[in-house]
C-alpha cells in the first residue's frame, strides 16, 4: 500500500539547527565572539537561509555573547529548535565543545539528519568519529572552512535521503 503522504510530502529542506562551540569562543575581554569565529557560522547559516531555510542558531539568538540565555533558557531553547528541526548540523569543536556535545547527542537520540563538520588533522572524541555506527550523519572534514561548502548540499542531501525525509534543499 502506499501512503499519500509522500505524494504532498515538501521538496525543500524548511528547518535548520547550526550548533558549535559559543561560550568558549567569546572573549572575556569583549563579551563577544571574534570576527573570524562569527563569519565561520554567520555563512553556514545564510547557505541554508538563501535556500528557505528557517535556521536556529544559539550565537546569533544571543548577540555572538553580548546577550546570553540563562542556563535553562538556553537549554530549553537548543531542545525545542533541534526538535523541530529537520537537519542538524554542527561544528563539535575543537577543543571539544561539551555543550556541542550534548547537542549532538539529542539530535542523535531524536534521529534528526546530522552533517557534522570536522576539523582535518585534529583529534575527535571517539563517540563523534564513531556516530556513523549509530546514527544518519555525514562528516564533512576541511582544514579551511572555505572547504565546507563544495561538498555541504551533496552531505545534506544524504542524510535526508536516508532517512526518508525531503531530498533537495532549495
Known sequence: MTSDSTATRPTALREVFVGGPFFQLV???TG????ADR??????IEHFEQRGATVYNAHRREAWGAEFLTAAEATKR???EISRSDLFIAFPGVPASAGTH???GW???????????????????F????LENQANVEFIWFADPAEIYP?????VGRVLARSGERTTIG
Open 27 to 29: 572573549d572575556p575581554r
Open 32 to 35: 563577544l565572539m571574534s570576527d
Open 39 to 44: 563569519l565561520k557560522f554567520h555563512r553556514l
Open 78 to 80: 537548543d531542545y525545542l
Open 102 to 104: 550534548v547537542e549532538i
Open 107 to 125: 539530535a542523535s537520540a531524536l534521529r534528526k539528519p546530522m552533517v557534522l563538520m570536522l576539523e582535518k588533522e585534529q583529534k575527535h572524541t
Open 127 to 130: 563517540l563523534v568519529t564513531g
Open 151 to 155: 561538498q555541504l548540499d551533496a552531505a
